[in-house]
DNA sequence: AATGAATGAGATTTCATTCAT
DNA sequence: AATGAATGAAATCTCATTCAT
């Protein structure tokens, strides 16, 4: 009659299996095409379910925005705080971005085509832990200009902007499928990224 | 009775009306959240009118899409034919598309946002004049690159991709009002992108 | 500059490709199902030239009934009028309104399914006259009766009623490329018939 | 708080009163002159309740044709294997099928009315359905002429067609308020086949 | 005789959400 | 925790007809 307090397997939860159909119809078709109705048929679960766990559908795209946004900037903190010389740690955070970016490609898409769907109060809510995001990331490079590691001739936020265009744009034309990996990926556009940034 | 030849000022045509506002609402709000009834309303037109220049609202779409790819590919095809070292005309091209982007910053968050709200036929027909503009900015990256002005450490379809997801971008973040214009800018991308494939 | 009174050939007028064209769409989908604007394409015609001929859609329509209409009535006068006992003239008439409907199966097609979609004033112009043209055949069954040729133990009316609902059946199963041709079942239809009120 | 088991008396579902509604009046206008808003209001219903049992117009239209097919194959079967001699079930079958007609002349007007209507595929459905019946009862027509009782000048399915084409017409000119009943009406009809069949 | 732009009313369908159970 | 019937507003698109030319 019990539940046993940590089963070994279970299917995933209800909210779980939304979110995770959510994410791969929203990427897929777009949040204003995809229906309430489509979303928990997929998730196998009915409406009433679904208004139980979200209060509505612009709240389970926000779920989304929280679990990208909390992941990337717990990995950044990681590595921004780990050692290392300051190319060493920019090079480490550009792949990582690159490689995290492709693994989680339906959640990227989502973010950056979705973000103006998003009620004006959760979009606030989005780009302020994006901008810390962002500061976070310029911090580095401002390291860098301070030590005289990266040149000063462009502005460090207009260079954190230029290298997360591309980091955006990969949800339009990596495929996983194809012949380059997310490492050699990461690698390539952190060589960019520092090349442009190289003092000398 | 008769009408002047070359009449000074006339109100623009009803499509002329409709491709502009249709662009403007469409930046501002996302193709899905504008309803045709909204629309026409801005235009100052009938429904019946919009159906008869456009078969659906798509089409509009479309009509959009095109006028951005038209501008873009011409003024692309006159740099690279233009003279000058290939270092040169790339930095002119990525700064002309800087200027060009941020001139028509509603051209371009539609053109990054709706795509994929095109009907599939279309997508392809956009895809496939996008793939061509992409291929001429990036004979020229490997024109410089057989030249040994530029390294090889990157593959130049790669570098395309980087360069262009910053342009995608400006939209979500370049403010006409903002304290840094269009050429400024144009410089700055122009500057990163030649620093990152100057071979040596 | 002056047009020969009687040209040797011409392509039909507008009024008659209109007429063709309504024939043969508004049989093919139904009245409603075919709008203005097809219509008058596939005639090869504008909109403004079909309403310079007709006063609306429904005034096509009326056309289509009133070309049957003259037809079947006066071929039936032709034969109730012509010569032979009346058994023979009532096969002739049974048998020649299968053949001119299947020959003319749009026609049919059109007076049976259609009629209602008729303005209530042509409604009971068609009825009035098509109650003419059952009289008429009606009249030729009571005067076999009367002569005793016909047994009269289903009154007149019902009979013609059932003869002509397998009339206008046929539009449902007849098809022009069977192995069966109209004169055939002309005969097939007016040996029922006979058959079926034939004395003794 | 507990409910009858049997209620005397409920008002019909939903569902029941869309269909009733929309048999009257398709029959009543045709189908395609029948908006939705119409009909939701005939059964004081709201559309959103509509389209919550049936996924389109076309569909309604098809539950009448189910409807109608159920039953009249029903009756038919029942006949068909019931006793007697052939000609006596022959009659008996075409005296019922009159009478069933004029019972539900408004599902017999939509049935020949607005079977073009449907969807392609519903209407392969319709019509393989109909063919069984249609089958059905010329195999009673078949027995009658392998037995001698009936004349095989006409080819049985032709007389098929010949006597559905009577009944399918006659949603054009019974009245129920008129001076024949149906049980009149379906003897005379029935007289009418067996006398158009009977050997000799 | 003929054009075709423009109208405006109305068509079917979709949808996020609520609520009694 | 979960159901699914029901809502009502809004969506896109169609269409017969008119009218200035």
Redesign the pocket.
Known sequence: MTQPAEPKTVSPS?PDRLLAEATRLFAQHGFD?????ELVEAAG?????M???FT???DLLFAVYQRVLDMQMSRLVQIVEGGGGVAERLHAAASDVVQTTVDNLDDTVIFFRSLHMLSPGRQSEVRKERRRYHELFRSLIEEGMREGVFHEKVPADIVVNYFFGSIHHLGMWYRADGELDGAQLGGYYADLLLASLRAG
């Open positions: 209800v095409r995809v229906s309430v109705q679960v009915t409406k009433g379910a208004y139980h766990y509505s559908k612009d």
